[in-house]
């Protein structure tokens, strides 16, 4: 089992363009949820996806959105990068319980370098 | 607003010395929490949650509702405790809520 995968491990773009990240959850996971990492910090939830709606949204702009397929895969796409928008964006995978204490499987991350 | 505050950036400790790292939050109701680590060169992984009141690699957190802390605490520190160490609640199992982490140094 590999886990959460993400792709790609690292990236370098402008202000002003827009970026598409990827996940695959971990085998037997249906939901995907979305983390923003800024350097010193913890990670932030972005948002989160199941049956390929969004679940649950944290606080973050329209500019960034997401997307799930049908195989649980999920993408994270910002708009109109900004320089703060340079961070670590990290996946995470779990189980829909009605158990709240069912936990994530994070990913590596991608590292987002705005310029 | 929900909140997780983890008050020690860095803390370092000598090897077979007690540990304690700090985790105070911010809810007035019942919330899960969890702690998360995070090894040198690898991904960010479940320590322990506070349903399951296990030990993990002799970790033991207990939550404390009236002090609101969940501190996580190990009797003897090992080299190989080394990582960055992250709390995190959540309320409705959808939103995780992190602190901004403590880095612990186990001296040799």
């Known amino acids: 089992d590999a886990g959460v995968t993400q792709s790609p491990t690292h990236l370098i773009k402008t202000r002003g363009q827009q970026v598409t990240l990827r996940c695959s959850p971990k085998?037997?996971?249906?939901?995907v949820s979305w983390y923003q990492q800024a350097l010193g910090q913890g990670p932030q939830f972005i948002f989160q996806?199941?049956?390929?709606?969004?679940?649950q949204r944290g606080n973050f702009p329209d500019r960034f959105s997401g997307h799930q397929f049908p195989n649980y895969s999920s993408e994270l796409n910002v708009n109109a990068l900004l320089l703060g928008d340079s961070a670590l964006y990290l996946c995470?995978?779990?189980?829909?319980?009605?158990?709240?204490?069912?936990?994530?499987?994070f990913g590596n991350g991608t590292r987002l370098t705005v310029t | 607003a929900q909140r997780v505050t983890q008050p020690e950036k860095l803390l370092s400790v000598f090897k077979g010395a007690p540990v304690e790292l700090k985790c105070n939050y911010s809810?007035?109701?019942?919330?899960?929490l969890f702690w998360y680590v995070q090894y040198s060169r690898q991904r960010l992984q479940l320590l322990l949650r506070?349903?399951s009141r296990e030990s993990i690699k002799g970790f033991t957190a207990d939550l404390n509702k009236g002090e609101t802390s969940f501190h996580l605490k190990k009797p003897f520190a090992q080299e190989e405790d080394s990582a960055m160490y992250y709390c995190?609640?959540?309320?409705?199992?959808?939103?995780?809520?992190f602190g901004t982490g403590t880095s612990l140094t186990v001296i040799p």
């Open positions: 506070h349903i």
């Open positions: 995190a609640l959540t309320i409705t199992g959808n939103q995780f809520y």
């Open positions: 085998s037997g996971h249906d939901t």
């Open positions: 995470a995978s779990s189980v829909l319980s009605i158990q709240r204490n069912s936990p994530l499987h």
């Open positions: 809810y007035s109701g019942s919330p899960e």
């Open positions: 996806y199941y049956e390929e709606e969004e679940r």
